[in-house]
Nanobody
Framework: QVQLEESGGGSVQVGGSLKLSCAAS????????MGWFRQAPGQERELVAA????????YYADSVKDRFTISRDSAKNTGNLQMDSLKPEDTAVYYC???????????????????WGQGTQVTVSS
């Protein structure tokens, strides 16, 4: 069984940065396709960024392109989301997700992911 745990959330002012991490236990993260989703109150959970299992392909939502960077640290068995130039509309609970289905493209649907973390709150204030 795979367990994911996010960390690094918090409160930051507009224009600031945060780095979210997702620690995996039970299986190595290096062979997983990984995604970061977010959900604001009253809204659907949306994909922010995703990376294929071999890290060869990435996907970013238009709203975060050029501001967020998804990566993985195989040595620490973690996935990361570096968030720069944060905006109030980035405020949400952020979730990491993983699947070991071996897809060569970054999964974009929440239904393609098998494992989820519990979420971490990110609040951006002006």
């Amino acid at each position: 069984q795979v367990q994911l745990e996010e960390s690094g959330g918090g409160s930051v002012q507009v224009g600031g940065s945060l780095k979210l991490s997702c620690a995996a236990s039970g299986r190595t993260f290096s062979s997983a396709a990984m995604g970061w989703f977010r959900q604001a109150p009253g809204q659907e959970r949306e994909l922010v960024a995703a990376v294929s299992w071999n890290s060869g392909n990435t996907y970013y939502a238009d709203s975060v392109k050029d501001r967020f960077t998804i990566s993985r640290d195989s040595a620490k068995n973690t996935g990361n989301l570096q968030m720069d130039s944060l905006k109030p509309e980035d405020t949400a609970v952020y979730y990491c997700a993983a699947t070991y289905s071996g897809r060569s493209r970054p999964p974009r649907s929440k239904f393609e992911y098998d494992y989820w973390g519990q979420g971490t709150q990110v609040t951006v204030s002006s």
